[in-house]
């Protein structure tokens, strides 16, 4: 379990914690001389129960808020310091206000100096803190009358601190998600190196594994593990650590703000979409892509906020909004954050981060504050039912799992619970909704009889076709996994180059099947090389006009297909060059290929090789992009 304080300067929280611990947490030499803490400070003790709980005592200055910001980023239990001479102070309520904003439910109220008032102060102390707790997570906080001179009061307190640590190894469940750590200090140790030292926010870690130091993207290597002071075996979720770090790093490169995270984890972002909550005492409303200061986990940075819903968020007002830092960040969903006004340098608001990848969508506004609304929700089952059903054309299944920090076991029960179809995708493996899959799979008949009726002597529709059709349905890479669905069950015939339904069946008339019969012998003939229709016409003793005229009719019927407008290929011809592009583009670590290799492969030469593959990129198979070519879907 770990403690912070919080509250007014100089209303002795670093004596409350040297009474309860018997460690000073004023390490700085400045502290020292000025009697008041400037940084964080870490001390810990046993009570009893195990295990040390550990305490972090933050500054209360309002100049040092950024420091206060980061030692309480991550904690299990507040501990709010109010001297009972000078009662609530001005840095009691904002300090009262973080900790609301960073959803602390957990804690308890030290009302020291009780030694310099008397009962009837006391009372009216007492009554003023409860009337400020009442409306916040802190609503039902014990308090504890203290006294720094003679320690009365420290050992009730003390007794609380650790019947909730009790209470919450009871309650504790294994550790979830990925290890995730948010560096508050980093140091070298002779004989040792580096040292990252921060709270375990999730997950778990041992000596030996292989860590990434975010969002800087540096491998690392757990080379040892201490908690407290103490060596470990394993580092656990809510304990503050020390990790002796090994790689290719010097100290400077890690500082307060980084996290360390184990390999999955590490997925920095440059835009969050969250639920933002203004304070009530703000100065003024929060605008369209105001600029603010962005405090998270440990870090502080720059930031605009994007109002999602609005203009503007009201004071004591909530709403959805995305924030854009200054530079990437490290976050996950659940991650609490603090605002605070670059003009005033006053705490503004806070919230919670719902949607840690949410980039430059350009989606609808309406459509993503649906989606947001159905990923604000703790149930990561629930999250991503909601989510598919917001979402028509499915969601990007592995950024959700990075989103929630979910770990291979996690990933393996939520899609137990939840299940999807999944399509794979270049940008990662795509889910569907069941439902949703299955209307695709019920529209593409649909589409099909609406063309054959539309057209009675075409053999069939181009796939790219039927992708454009089911454009708004469905991404052009799961409208082809249905065709293949479709398929394999026999509901689709794939004739030629083309697709149908399988009562549909066509038959060239007359002279064209006539024709067809005779020209099939020359361009099979002529295997990847068919000749053109002047030599066509010539072979058969026909016009070239009259025979362009016929194939090119013939062509749209779908029994040829018209590479360039002189040449024509069977459609098993087309299929056989199709899988040469195929074969080229797996070959390729990018999965890209250009016309060289096409050619060198096909051996066709060059200008056919051309006309080929801009043929290949009408019919949907492949796509050029910048001088090389990669299939569709």
Known sequence: MIVATAGHVDHGKTTLIRLLTGIDTDRLPEEKQRGMSIDIGFAHADLGNGQPVGFVDVPGHERFARNMLAGVAAVDFALLVVAADDGVMPQTVEHLA??????????????????????SRLAGVEADIRKRLAPTGLRDAPLFPVCGIDGVGVEALRAHLARTQRTRQAEAAAPRGNFRLAVDRSFTVPGAGLVATGTVVSGSLAPGDEVVLSPAGMSLRVRAVQAHGAPVTRALSGMRCALNLAGDIRREQVSRGDWIVAVDAHAPTARIDVRLRMLAQADAPLAHWTPVQLHLGAAEQSAHVAVLEGRAIGQGQQAYAQLVPSRPLAAAYGDRFILRSQASQRVIGGGIVIDPGAGSQRVPRPARLARLRAQDCDDTAQA??????????GITLDDFIRSRNLSPDEQAGLLQQVPTQRVQEAGGMRALDIAQWQALLDRLPAVLADWHAAHPDHLGMAEAAIVQALRAQATPTVSRAAVRSMLERGMLVRERLLLRLPSHAPQLQGEDRDLLARIEPHLRGGGLRPPIVGELAASLGMEREALLARLERIARLGYLEQVAPNRFFLPETVSGLGMIATELAGASADGYFDAAQFRNRSGIGRNLTIEVLEHLDRIGLTRYAGGRRRLVG
């Open 384 to 393: 991503l039912a909601a989510l598919l059903q917001a979402a028509p054309q």
């Open 98 to 119: 973080v900790l609301d904003l960073l959803g602390m439910r957990d804690g308890a109220v030290a009302l020291t100096k009780t030694d310099r008032v008397d009962a």
